[in-house]
C-alpha cells in the first residue's frame, strides 16, 4: 500500500501546483502523461537524468545553441510558445550550417497555470519537433509560486552537426558581398504586437515561425561560397545586420525598395511608430555571399515554400565605420542603427 | 555618429532593464561586459548564435542533460545559484557515466534585479566551471517584466562523452546489489530550509553544492561492474531509491543506522517535521554496485574528498511490489515512500 496516492492529472480543469516540480509521484505523473506522452521517443524513455545518443559522425563538429522563450502572449496568430522555442533553437543551430539532431527542453512553470494550456502548449512543441525532424531528448521540470513567473518559460537547447570544413559565421561577410532575405520582415514581432495592442486588420496578421534548417540546406546547396546565415530574431533585421558588420568589419548598403514587407505589417508599424526592420521574425533567414552566387541562392530560396519572397536587399561595403545605412526610397541614405532600447519586449 | 549611444554598465548600482533582453546593444553590452569577460573562453568568443565544437572522439556516444534552477534565496550558505547551475547539470551528466565536456546556459532575468547581484551570480557560475573544467560555450538572456520573474532563473544544458559500452542506468539494479551513498543527506536543502525560516544552529549548515564528476570516475574505476549512480536532488535520497526500483524492477531495504546524516541537519530536520530521506543534496551520489564491489567502493569514495563519509546503506532485493523500505534504528520496519505533495520549493 503506498500511502501518497496521487489522483489523475485532470488535463481540463486542474491546473500546476507546487507538487509538480517538487522531485516527488505528482512530478513523475506530469512527466509522464503531459511530457512523455507528447514527446515520446527512444532516448526520452531511457527515463535518466540524461539521454545518451549517437555522436554526430566521423568528420563533424558539434554545433550547440540554446534559447530561453519568454513570449507574451503564449499563444499568437501562427503559432505559441511551444512551437516558437522549438523553431528558435532549430533555427539557431541550422544558421551555423549545422544539422539539427536533438533537443533539449526545459520547463519553468507557474503555480496555477492551467493544464489544458500546458497540454497545448507541449502538444505543438511536439508537433513542431517531429515536423522538423528534431526529437526532445531530455527534459527538466521546475514550478515556481503564483507571481514568480508568468505562465511558461520554455529554454530549449540544440545539438547539431556540422561538417568539418563548413564554417558559416558572423565573421564572414567580405566588401562586396550580397545581402539576401528569404522573406518578408517583421511578421512575427507585429503579430505579437497587434494582438497585444488589440490592433484589427482585414486579415490577421500571422508569425512566420517556422524551422529553417531545410531553407537552410538549399541555401549551402545553390551558394557554395555562401559567407553566412543568420535568423533576424531579437532586433530584427537592423540588430542582425550590425552584428554582422561589427564581427566582419565591413559596412552595409540596404536598398529600401527591395526589403519585402508585407502591406498589412507596413501599415501596422506606421500605425504603432515601428520600423520593420527592427521587428523580431521567426521564419526568415538573412544570407551573405559572394555577389555573383547571389541570383542563384534567391532562385533556390524562391523555388522553397518558406522562401518564396527572397530578395537580394543590399551589399557589403567597405567601411573602417561598420555602418549600416539604407538608400531610400525616396533617393536617400539613412543610418539603420540597432536600437538602445527596449521596443518590444518579451517578443520570443 | 551612433546615434543610440549606451551607457557603460554600472555594475555596483545599476539593475537590469527590459533593454537588456531586447536584442540591441544594451544586450549586447550586457552578455559583453558581465557574460562574456566570466565565462571567456575560445567557444563563446566565436559570437554566433551557438558554438562549434569538437565532437565525442570515435567510440563515444553523447550524453545531454538540462536543468531548470529556480532556487530561492539566490544565495545561500555554501553557495548560490551561480555554482549550483553548474554543478547540478554536470552531475547529471557525470551521473550517466559519462566525461562533461560543454555547458550552454540560458539567463531569464527579472527587470530591476540588481546588476552587482547577477555579476557576482554569474562570478560563481564562472568559477565553478573552471574548477569543473567544463567550459560556458553558448548562452542566452532574456529579460521579463518586474513581478514576472524572481530575480533571476538559470536554464543550463550540459554535453558529455560517454565511452561506448559503458551503461549506468536507473534500470540496471538486480537484487543483491549494495545500495551506497557518497556521504550526509539533506545539507543542501536543509540550507536552503534554514536560511528561509531563519533557524540559527551553533554552526551554520552549508550547502554541499559540488561537481561529482571526479567522485563518479572513481566509483567507476573501483567498482568494475557498478550498476548505476545517480544524485539524489529533489526528493532527497527517498524519491531517487523510488525512482530506481520502479526502472529496475526491485525492492530497496535500507539500514537507518548506517545513513550518515549531520548532526545539525537532523535537528533541523525534527524541528521543521521533515526527514532527511526526502530532502535534496546537491553534492552526492548515490551508488549501486554488485554486494561483492561494495567494500571497495566505499573505500575508495572515502579516499576522494567529497567522499569522505561514503557509507553502505542498503541493499536491492526481489520485491514485485518495488517498495523502498527502511530497518529503522528501533527495529522495525517502515515504508521510505516518495511524496506526493510539495515539501520543500525551489530548492534547487
Keep these: 500500500m503506498k500511502k501518497n496516492y496521487v489522483r489523475p492529472l485532470d488535463l481540463r480543469h486542474g491546473s500546476v501546483d507546487l507538487s509538480h516540480g517538487g522531485g516527488g509521484r505528482a512530478m513523475v505523473q506530469l512527466i509522464s502523461d503531459v511530457f512523455g506522452k507528447a514527446f515520446d521517443n527512444e532516448w526520452l524513455r531511457q527515463g535518466d537524468d540524461g539521454a545518451v545518443l549517437p555522436a554526430p559522425g566521423p568528420g563533424e563538429r558539434l554545433v550547440v545553441a540554446t534559447d530561453a522563450h519568454v513570449v507574451s502572449p503564449l499563444f499568437f496568430p501562427g503559432g505559441d510558445i511551444g512551437c516558437l522555442a522549438v523553431h528558435g533553437t532549430v533555427n539557431d543551430v541550422a544558421v551555423m550550417g549545422a544539422r539539427p539532431l536533438y533537443l533539449a527542453a526545459s ?34 521540470t521546475k514550478v515556481v509560486e503564483k507571481g514568480k513567473g508568468d505562465g511558461v518559460f520554455i529554454t530549449t537547447t540544440g545539438i547539431g552537426a556540422l561538417p568539418v570544413g563548413r564554417s558559416l559565421s558572423g565573421a564572414n561577410a567580405r566588401a562586396g558581398d550580397a545581402v539576401i532575405v528569404s522573406g518578408t520582415l517583421g511578421d512575427h514581432g507585429m503579430a505579437i504586437m497587434a494582438q497585444r495592442e ?3 486588420f482585414d486579415s490577421e496578421i500571422r508569425s512566420d515561425t517556422a524551422a529553417l534548417h531545410g531553407l537552410a540546406a538549399v541555401a549551402m546547396a545553390a551558394a557554395p561560397g555562401l559567407r553566412l546565415l543568420r535568423d533576424p530574431t531579437r532586433g530584427g533585421l537592423a540588430a542582425t545586420l550590425n552584428e554582422i558588420a561589427q564581427q566582419s568589419g565591413v559596412g552595409v548598403v540596404l536598398d529600401e525598395a527591395a526589403i519585402p514587407v508585407d502591406p498589412q505589417v507596413a501599415a501596422a508599424c506606421e500605425f504603432l511608430g515601428l520600423d520593420p526592420l527592427n521587428i523580431a521574425n521567426e521564419g526568415k533567414l538573412i544570407a551573405v555571399c559572394p555577389a555573383d552566387e547571389a541570383d542563384a541562392l534567391v532562385a533556390a530560396l524562391r523555388a522553397h515554400p518558406l522562401g518564396a519572397r527572397a530578395a537580394r536587399v543590399g551589399e557589403a561595403i567597405a567601411d573602417d565605420h561598420r555602418f549600416v545605412q539604407m538608400k531610400t526610397a525616396f533617393g536617400g541614405r539613412r543610418m539603420v542603427d540597432w536600437l538602445a532600447g527596449e521596443q518590444l519586449p518579451r517578443i520570443c
Design 107 to 140: 520547463f519553468i512553470l507557474e503555480e496555477g497555470f492551467p493544464l489544458a494550456d500546458l497540454a497545448r502548449i507541449v502538444a505543438s512543441m511536439a508537433a513542431a519537433a517531429r515536423e522538423a525532424g528534431v526529437p526532445v531528448v531530455t527534459g527538466d
Design 198 to 200: 488589440n490592433l484589427a
